[in-house]
């Protein structure tokens, strides 16, 4: 098998750019191991859509990993569905698509647990006799498997953990976190979020739920799914599907995944040269592209007769921050929205990391339009997702 392609899918938030971040760096960490062609992340309820996935990939072979933590509604309904999977192992568009496990229900899980708790505590060491741990999972009545990998993971946790008393939490079914002080009555209590990313879960709605335990000592550990060893759970993932789909996936790893490698990157770099060539400039959506020196500087349409001193020049990190929220400060979920914040100016040395720029302000879109046969930005294709 030549390198395939690897979808990574998420949930996403209109509201928040946890989950958004923590997929973007596993995208990034995973096209950099050399094993895939190309590493997509795509979401339910923001941009790229899960719908765009089909014209976003290459290979002949696509991985499906749902970047959930249990099995249920989402990872055995929502991603199949809106991918047109009909098992796992699907022919269709004439490329196989390889369902995935999800990495939360991995055994390895339980290890990850382990250490976003003695990270939580420091220097901490409660007594175990008077120490609970409590793991806390989304759920749903949607799905009775939504709960399993969490109560699973607790039988687990109570054998081989050093606290005896584990309780599994939900905060869409019982038992309900809300009201842990109820049934547990421990004065040390570590909360653990069995959750993907540090989104609204876990820096609100899980300390609202908690409430004030009077005269207990609390830890609130950060989500699984961001401790370090999420990439190696998904390769794993990756290599389970191809051994039961008889597939062989490469024993070694190549070159990083690279845009320019990318019959869309080719195509639409063509495109941005053929305009620099002819009008000095390119206007992709609200940036605007110019040559500078030996490389390539973008900065805001708005903002194209500024001096360069009057803008702010962004490192890399800066723009990846940047372009996650408005002048407002509020997050922006649609990046086909006309609402890029002004003021600023980048500027990239070659073509690879023009094209990886270019990603970062409009993801997914470059691909897409190459696949509609143009430049110009699509519409805004992202269904409305009230629910779920």
Not at 75 to 98: C, I, K, M
Not at 106 to 125: S, Y
């Amino acid at each position: 098998m030549e390198r395939p392609d690897l979808l990574l899918c998420a949930h996403g938030s209109q509201f928040h750019p946890g989950g958004e971040r923590l997929l973007n760096f596993l995208a990034k960490e995973l096209r950099a191991r050399g094993f895939f062609h190309q590493v997509w992340a795509v979401f339910w309820r923001q941009e790229p859509s899960l719908r765009q996935a089909p014209f976003l990939v290459e290979a002949e072979h696509v991985f499906v990993v749902p970047a959930f933590m249990s099995q249920g509604y989402f990872a055995e309904e929502v991603v199949p569905r809106e991918l047109g999977l009909s098992g796992p192992l699907t022919q269709w568009e004439g490329r196989w698509w390889h369902l995935c496990q999800p990495p939360g229900t991995h055994p390895r899980m339980g290890e990850a647990i382990l250490q976003q708790v003695r990270t939580t505590l420091g220097e901490a060491n409660p007594p175990p006799q008077e120490t609970a741990l409590i793991l806390v999972g989304h759920g749903t009545e949607r799905n009775p498997r939504s709960a399993q990998a969490v109560h699973h993971h607790v039988a687990w946790l109570r054998q081989h953990g050093p606290f005896p008393r584990v309780y599994a939490a939900f905060l869409e079914q019982e038992p309900r976190l809300e009201a842990v002080g109820l049934w547990a009555q421990e004065p040390f209590l570590i909360f653990v979020p069995f959750l993907m990313a540090e989104g609204y879960h876990v820096e609100t709605d899980i300390l609202e739920r908690i409430g004030e335990l009077s005269g207990r000592r609390v830890w609130v550990a950060p989500a699984v799914g961001t401790h370090p060893l999420m990439a190696e759970v998904i390769l794993e993932r990756v290599w389970q599907a191809a051994q039961r789909d008889g597939e062989e996936l490469p024993s070694h790893p190549g070159p990083p995944a690279r845009y320019l490698d990318t019959r869309w990157g080719q195509e639409f770099l063509a495109e941005v040269f053929s305009h620099l060539q002819r009008e000095g400039s390119f206007l992709w959506g609200q940036v605007l592209c110019q040559r500078e020196g030996e490389g390539f500087e973008l900065r805001h349409r708005a903002d194209a007769q500024k001096p360069g001193r009057e803008l702010q020049a962004l490192s890399w990190e800066a723009l990846e921050d940047w372009v996650l929220y408005d002048e407002a400060g509020q997050y922006r979920p649609l990046r086909t929205a006309p609402n890029l914040r002004r003021g600023w100016l980048f500027w990239v040395p070659e073509e690879e990391e023009l094209l990886a720029a270019l990603e970062t302000f409009y993801p997914g879109l470059m691909a897409l339009a190459v696949h509609r046969g143009g430049r110009e930005l699509p519409p805004l294709f992202f269904p409305r997702r009230d629910e779920g």
